[in-house]
């Protein structure tokens, strides 16, 4: 079966740092892109940055440029969404998911909540 | 760049068909495949149409997408609805600058 499991919820600090992870497995992870999007509380989805585990081969959206880092340890089929210093705007839920092709996603990861706060 | 426009919600009732619009503001509709993506309430989105027209396995083919060149916008609709079928629905789109465009979302409640 092929799906994407991510690490679970976090509570943080403004100005703490944060590192989220993406598991593929069932398929071979270091062929297919990997995307991350946020959905703050009660909004729709956003696309973050994607990655392609074969060679990091990373692009960001403007809107998160500069803000987090996406990076892929292909020998343990995991992807990270990372964060240097939190901002309580920061709130969100965190989904990866997989690109089949370059232009779409097809499987979800559970999602990663994560929460910042003083 | 270019916006999806989705209309805020939807509602009808169990049995009954609904479509639910996703309309491109600038550049053609068919010049990227859209996509349609489920998410019931507390639970990760998950892929209902791809391509504009094609199901993932394990979707009911009471789930169809399409796309309207006149109107420039792509269209889902669900037949025979099911109060499981209540979530939210996004539509997404690319941009060949390298962006995954999603839209706004409508809600779909089955009552």
């Known amino acids: 079966e092929v799906q994407l499991v991510q690490s679970g919820a976090e509570v943080k600090k403004p100005g703490e740092s944060l590192k989220i992870s993406c598991k593929g497995s069932g398929y071979s992870f270091t062929s297919y892109w990997i995307g991350w999007v946020r959905q703050m509380p009660g909004k729709g989805l956003e696309w973050m940055g994607i990655i392609y585990p074969g060679d990091s081969d990373t692009r960001y959206s403007p809107s998160f440029q500069g803000q987090v880092t996406i990076s892929a340890d292909k020998s343990i089929s995991t992807a990270y969404l990372q964060w240097s210093s939190l901002k309580a705007s920061d709130t969100a839920m965190y989904y990866c998911a997989r690109l089949p092709g370059y232009s779409s996603f097809d499987i979800w990861g559970q999602g990663t909540m994560v929460t910042v706060s003083s | ?111």
Request: aromatic letters at 10%; proline letters at 5%.
């Open chain 2, 1 to 111: 760049n270019f916006m999806l426009t989705q209309p805020h919600s939807v509602s009808e009732s169990p049995g009954k068909t609904v479509t639910i619009s996703c309309t491109r503001s600038s550049g053609s509709i068919a010049s990227n495949y859209v996509q349609w993506y489920q998410q019931r309430p507390g639970s990760a989105p998950t892929t209902v149409i791809y391509e504009d027209n094609q199901r993932p396995s394990g979707v009911p083919d009471r789930f169809s997408g399409s796309i309207d060149s006149s109107s420039n916008s792509a269209s889902l609709t669900i037949s025979g609805l099911k109060t499981e079928d209540e979530a939210d629905y996004y539509c997404q789109s690319y941009d060949s600058s390298d962006d995954w465009v999603f839209g706004g979302g409508t809600k779909l409640t089955v009552l």
